[in-house]
């Protein structure tokens, strides 16, 4: 009985942390370790993301930080779809952190074709 009483207090416990970090049902701001870490409560969910832009070769990324886009640590990063933003790209400047907000899709495993990512179809870049 005490396992099944923690079991329940910990399956609440993460839903309501993800919903602490939405604005509403589909809009929440989260981290790219939380986000990869519990792709479930994400999925088809716009979120807002911030981290290090690289680019390279016309693939895009958003990594936790310089070192891991610099050794292409790509499992601590996510997938960038920015085929909105086609024709400003060149005004984003590369190697450098960013809030992205988009569209999470935890089945597209982007460029790579690589689990454990994740794409962001892009819709805002600050």
Same mark, same amino acid.
């Given at each position: 009985?005490?396992?099944? *009483?923690?079991?329940?207090?910990?399956?609440?416990?993460?839903?309501t942390f993800a919903?602490?970090?939405? $604005?509403? !049902? #589909?809009?929440?701001? $989260? #981290?790219?370790?939380?986000?990869?870490?519990?792709? +479930?409560?994400?999925?088809?969910? +716009?979120?807002?993301?911030?981290?290090?832009?690289?680019? +390279?070769?016309?693939?895009?990324?958003?990594?936790?930080?310089?070192?891991?886009?610099?050794?292409?640590?790509?499992?601590?990063?996510? $997938?960038?779809?920015?085929?909105?933003?086609?024709?400003?790209?060149?005004?984003?400047?590369?190697?450098?952190?960013?809030?992205?907000?988009?569209?999470?899709?935890?089945? !597209?495993?982007?460029?790579?074709?690589?689990?454990?990512?994740? *794409?962001?179809?892009?819709?805002?870049?600050?």
């Amino acid at each position: 009985m005490k396992y099944i *009483t923690i079991f329940i207090f910990l399956m609440f416990s993460e839903a309501t942390f993800a919903k602490g970090r939405c $604005v509403d !049902d #589909s809009l929440c701001s $989260v #981290s790219i370790i939380h986000l990869t870490a519990n792709p +479930d409560l994400y999925h088809g969910k +716009d979120v807002i993301v911030r981290g290090f832009f690289h680019h +390279d070769e016309g693939r895009y990324f958003l990594y936790l930080d310089a070192d891991k886009a610099k050794y292409g640590f790509i499992e601590y990063g996510l $997938v960038l779809d920015m085929s909105s933003y086609e024709g400003e790209i060149e005004r984003i400047e590369n190697n450098s952190y960013l809030l992205i907000q988009g569209a999470f899709d935890k089945d !597209d495993w982007g460029a790579m074709g690589v689990p454990p990512l994740g *794409t962001i179809l892009v819709s805002r870049v600050q």
